[in-house]
T-cell receptor
Framework: AQSVTQLDSQVPVFEEAPVELRCNYSSSVSVYLFWYVQYPNQGLQLLLKYLSGSTLVESINGFEAEFNKSQTSFHLRKPSVHISDTAEYFCAVSPSGTYKYIFGTGTRLKVLA | NAGVTQTPKFQVLKTGQSMTLQCAQDMNHNSMYWYRQDPGMGLRLIYYSASEGTTDKGEVPNGYNVSRLNKREFSLRLESAAPSQTSVYFC????????????FGPGTRLTVL
């Protein structure tokens, strides 16, 4: 079975400071990795994903995540956050060859002025 | 192009009442999903439909039934609502296997009294 762990339920950070949201997973098969973002009272939307190839993936709004196979991690980073980044962030995995996605419990990022 | 739509947006039920949550997508996606989101628990898969004509149980299927009416529509039915089913329900769709991005609807906030 697969599982996803997001150890930080809330992360407060000041505007323009860097941030890292942690995600670790457990799986006996290869997986695809995703980060989704949920703004208040909205559905989730894809931020970035890792399928194969370069272990560093980037989003259009400055976030990046690095796949580390040995540590089974896929941490999300941004060098300088904005107020508008305040949202809940979900890490998810999908075992290769399946239709299922397993989500973490989410990390609420609050950017302070 | 509306993406994934869900009706209703809000619903209050009494224990024992039944209702159907509707979901439709206009992206010609093969796979559709129903999740519930509860505080501190992330998203949990209730049922999914890998393709038209097929449905499978997810992590928390008890108390729910689904119908894949056609390629566009995937409904979730609560036959006898219980307070434990108070949650926010999200429908999602994707093109197929787990390497594909999931697109989420805006959610239905259900309260069971």
């Amino acid at each position: 079975a697969q599982s996803v762990t997001q150890l930080d339920s809330q992360v407060p950070v000041f505007e323009e400071a860097p941030v890292e949201l942690r995600c670790n997973y457990s799986s006996s098969v290869s997986v695809y990795l995703f980060w989704y973002v949920q703004y208040p009272n909205q559905g989730l939307q894809l931020l970035l994903k890792y399928l194969s190839g370069s272990t560093l993936v980037e989003s259009i709004n400055g976030f990046e995540a690095e796949f580390n196979k040995s540590q089974t991690s896929f941490h999300l980073r941004k060098p300088s956050v904005h107020i508008s980044d305040t949202a809940e962030y979900f890490c998810a995995v999908s075992p290769s060859g399946t239709y299922k996605y397993i989500f973490g419990t989410g990390t609420r990022l609050k950017v302070l002025a | 192009n509306a993406g994934v739509t869900q009706t209703p947006k809000f619903q209050v039920l009494k224990t024992g009442q039944s209702m159907t949550l509707q979901c439709a997508q206009d992206m010609n996606h093969n796979s559709m999903y129903w999740y519930r989101q509860d505080p501190g628990m992330g998203l949990r898969l209730i049922y999914y439909s890998a393709s038209e004509g097929t449905t499978d149980k997810g992590e928390v299927p008890n108390g729910y039934n689904v119908s894949r009416l056609n390629k566009r529509e995937f409904s979730l039915r609560l036959e006898s609502a219980a307070p434990s089913q108070t949650s926010v329900y999200f429908c999602a769709s994707s093109d197929g296997l787990g390497s594909d991005t999931q697109y989420f609807g805006p959610g239905t906030r259900l309260t069971v009294l």
